[in-house]
């Protein structure tokens, strides 16, 4: 077994190598979800709001699997880049086992209590409820197969192996786009079709990223240690994204308060602030594949220089951003919404959400950087502190003095800075470049 030290590059072009391959998989799932919709949407009201809420269902499931692919991919990256490929991979054997017993809970429990989740969605008994539970039931059988996926994902990172996830993710979810109109429509299956399409997709490809894993000819056997410290690391990870979702959630219930017209443009601004976010993390995962093999080789220099040289780069990109969407100003909000009121408060939001993208983007691109370095517990710590201290008592403050979307908004700048800060000194301190095939 090799324990060559494996070289890290920082070039532009290595970076893009692994960020771009990214994208595309990071992106393939939300364009599938605007086909399932639109297919599903000729149906009816009724099938739309079932797809909607068993969508959610799916799309928690999902956010699960990204916490297990991003801690996988920073240990798999060390080990990988302490010359150790085996080892590596054997990460990725751990996190599926971890993945596979997940994906089959859901599968299980969703199948006995869909129905009550539904209904408690939905509000209670009825059409949209019963299509729902009907919905959830198949596509729910794709869980272990998404999580499956998700794992793969975040092992083949770890060792630099762009091509494959592309290939696994995309081709399964082309698939999918061809076979949800032709089961709901020629085969007369109706929503049924739109969940079993989801299902085969998922499950397929996950057996692509099983069966990766069997070509590796690594052991199998699951470690409970292991698992264990995976499970550590997923937990902090999750932590810090129920305090996202906690502030996000609550930003929309305060500007729901300032009526229609401030809720519809504050879901207009946020969406596109979430699509931004998407193609950043990106190069989120570009560092946390290459600061991991980095540190793995025990070369904490060349990863505080990849930190900075990523961070410059999501600044770049995050000002590219800002240009387009300042001169979108008059123009992009009415692609969402007619409404001239809903306009109106769009601008409410937008110098705000202009100013947002430099500073998001070196928050990311230094999210990346932790992430792979598994120094998660500080980015727990860090979030819960600037989300609890900071983001959500400023949009109550913004409601308390009925500030609107802009005091919102401006809540939402205070949390990002506040990150910003903490992400430098981190960096500053040097505390999060350990050195080591393990943390």
Not at 304 to 309: D, G, I, K, N, T
Request: charged share 10%; hydrophobic share 60%.
């Amino acid at each position: 077994m090799s324990t060559t030290a494996t070289p890290v590059t920082a070039s532009p072009r290595r970076i893009a190598a692994l960020a771009l391959p990214a994208l595309v998989v990071l992106a393939a799932e939300p364009l599938y979800v605007l086909v399932d919709t639109a297919v599903v949407g000729h149906l009816g009201r009724v099938p739309l709001a079932a797809l909607a809420v068993g969508g959610t269902v799916m799309t928690l499931t999902a956010w699960v699997g990204t916490v297990v692919a991003y801690g996988t991919t920073g240990r798999s990256a060390r080990r990988f880049g302490a010359g150790d490929r085996a080892a590596a991979v054997a990460e990725g054997v751990q996190a599926s086992w971890l993945a596979l017993a997940t994906g089959v809970l859901v599968a299980v429990a969703i199948g006995i209590g869909g129905g009550a989740l539904a209904r408690t969605l939905v509000g209670g008994p009825g059409e949209v409820a019963d299509a729902a539970a009907g919905w959830l039931r198949i596509a729910a059988l794709g869980a272990p197969g998404l999580l499956l996926a998700a794992a793969g994902n975040g092992w083949l990172r770890g060792i630099q192996d762009t091509r494959r996830p592309l290939l696994f993710v995309l081709g399964p979810n082309l698939l999918s786009a061809v076979l949800c109109p032709l089961l709901v429509y020629p085969a007369g299956l109706g929503l049924v079709g739109s969940a079993v399409a989801n299902a085969i997709a998922q499950t397929l490809s996950g057996v692509l990223f099983a069966a990766a894993l069997v070509r590796e000819r690594v052991s199998l056997r699951p470690r409970p240690r292991v698992i264990g410290q995976q499970l550590v690391l997923s937990r902090d990870l999750l932590v810090r994204g129920v305090a996202f979702q906690a502030s996000f959630l609550s930003a929309t219930a305060v500007a729901a308060r300032f009526g229609a017209a401030a809720v519809g443009a504050h879901q207009i601004a946020v969406q596109l602030w979430f699509f931004t976010a998407l193609v950043l993390d990106a190069l989120a995962i570009a560092a946390q594949s290459l600061v991991g093999a980095a540190l793995g080789g025990g070369d904490a220099a060349a990863a505080r220089f990849l930190a900075r040289r990523i961070a410059l780069l999501g600044g770049l990109c995050g000002v590219a951003f800002a240009v387009l969407i300042a001169a979108g100003a008059g123009v992009v909000p009415s692609w969402f919404s007619s409404d001239p009121q809903v306009r109106e408060q769009a601008m409410t939001a937008w110098p705000w959400f202009v100013a947002l993208q430099p500073i998001g983007g070196v928050v990311f691109a230094l999210d990346g950087v932790l992430i792979g370095a598994g120094d998660v517990r500080y980015l727990r710590n860090l979030t819960i502190v600037c989300a609890f201290g900071g983001f959500l008592p400023a949009i109550w403050l913004a409601y308390g003095f009925d500030l609107g979307l802009g005091g919102i908004w401006a809540g939402l700048t205070l949390f990002v800075v506040l990150r910003l800060a903490g992400l430098l000194l981190r960096m500053r301190s040097g505390a999060w470049a350990v050195v080591g095939a393990v943390r």
